[in-house]
């Protein structure tokens, strides 16, 4: 008699970061250009249009880099950064720590470091999170929290910034630990299915990284048809 196949764990889909203050300020330059450009392509005479053009085909991919582009997806087992020129994946078991100074950066194992564009840190906000805490303290300097408190209320003290990486973290660490579960079993497998699995997981493990051709090319033409443009004119 078999034994009953055991359900395979749920997949989730990745969880998403980024700025909304980024993708606003984006589809706004966006639009601004779309009008300036338009009517100087369109209505402008002589060099005027091709002045247009190229300023355009450089100003769009760069401002679709830095603001519609920055990502980050993150589920159970790995971690992708969508920066403004390039993307960066990696499983969690290669991340070593997550900071948020001035800026968030991400730590690898091996002593790289990678910034995080689509978690910028407003100090701003900082301080207003740390205003509300130090009013919650003199508040209720015994820490004596109601029954009727929401304990959600917590998320609302700290920045946005510090939050998204306080995730991330959390992520990172059940990672870690569901791979050290799954490493102490598989110390009873066979040593042909070790080297299997140990050369599958030296594939996963690697940390990948990938330019964004896609932006930086047409941002090069653009900037380089500019540049003909005013040298000869």
Not at 16 to 21: D, K, N, V
Not at 48 to 73: D, E, K, N, S, Y
Not at 179 to 196: E, I, Y
């Amino acid at each position: 008699m078999t034994s009953p196949t055991p359900p395979a764990e749920p997949v989730y889909a990745d969880r998403t970061f980024r700025s909304p203050a980024g993708m606003v300020g984006g589809v706004l330059l966006l639009l601004l250009i779309c009008w300036i450009g338009g009517d100087a392509l369109f209505r402008g005479s002589g060099r005027v249009p091709w002045l247009a053009l190229a300023g355009a085909l450089t100003a769009v991919p760069l401002i679709v880099a830095f603001t519609l582009r920055p990502v980050v997806f993150a589920n159970e087992q790995r971690i992708r950064i969508r920066n403004p020129f390039r993307t960066i994946a990696m499983p969690w078991t290669e991340v070593a720590d997550l900071r948020a100074g001035y800026s968030s950066e991400l730590f690898t194992e091996g002593g790289a470091k990678y910034q995080l564009w689509a978690v910028p840190v407003s100090l701003r906000q900082r301080k207003k999170a740390a205003r509300q805490q130090s009013r919650r303290s003199l508040d209720d300097p015994y820490d004596r929290t109601s029954v009727t408190a929401d304990v959600r209320d917590t998320k609302a003290r700290t920045a946005t910034a510090d939050q998204t990486m306080a995730d991330l973290r959390e992520l990172a660490e059940r990672a870690k630990e569901g791979a050290k579960s799954a490493g102490a079993g598989a110390k009873s497998a066979t040593s042909s299915a070790s080297s299997a699995a140990s050369s599958a997981e030296g594939a996963e493990s690697a940390v990948s990284v990938r330019w964004a051709y896609e932006v930086i090319v047409p941002a090069v033409v653009g900037a380089v048809l500019l540049a003909i443009l005013l040298a000869t004119g």
